[in-house]
């Protein structure tokens, strides 16, 4: 330890890593664990982009719940670390980024499109750790909420450059996309406007929406015709 010590004090990288290291969790070393001690030398480490310490980082404010920072340093790892000596180090991070941008810790405020983006990062093919099944839960519980996000967002938009089109594909794309966030009277107003146009899927859906009243009022005979 004091020689990791000595080479950590004269600015040397892998060594401060070390020392953040030791003071982190091993044992043996004549040290005791000290995690103000491990942050410092990690710190130190990361100044001159060790990389391996931006995931410890991470990690270690993770296991202290001081999870703004621990966003900070795992968001840093997995953008920056290119070979990873475990590739389960680097889903953990993607999942426990979408665990923090999902609000499941008390102290951070919900970000649902990141969350559920780091959730999708974390579902690979590679990914044979237990954060891949737990990713595709969080995946399954964002999706909706997450569609609705970008529908709102995407509306104002779309609807100014395609509300008085002739492009039947574009009038059901806006129709679907107020049929995200349940406004379907005007999903039913664009998806009308298509089906005049001759879009198939338009047409059918017309029909639907007639039958069961949604959107706009029941009709048998126009659900029929269309």
Known sequence: FSYYMQSAQQGYAPAQYEVGV??????????????DSAIYWYLKASEQNYEEAFFKLGRIYEH??????????????VNNIKQWKHKRDKYYALYILGKIYEGSYNNMTPDYVKA???????DVDDNNSWSREDAQKGIARLKPIVTKIISEQKIPEFEK?????????KLFELANLYTAIEKYDKSFFYLRKAA??????????????????????KDVTKAVYW
Request: cysteine-free; proline content about 3%; aromatic content about 20%.
């Open 161 to 169: 450059q395609y509300g008085n089109s002739k492009d039947p594909e």
């Open 196 to 217: 005049q146009l001759g879009h198939t899927e338009a047409m059918y859906n017309t029909g639907f929406l007639y039958h069961v009243g949604q959107g706009t009022t």
């Open 22 to 35: 030791i003071y982190d969790f091993l044992k043996g070393y004549g040290v005791r664990p000290n995690k």
């Open 64 to 77: 202290t719940n001081d999870y703004s920072n621990a966003a900070i340093w795992y968001d840093k790892a």
């Open 116 to 122: 559920y983006n780091y959730y999708v990062a974390t």
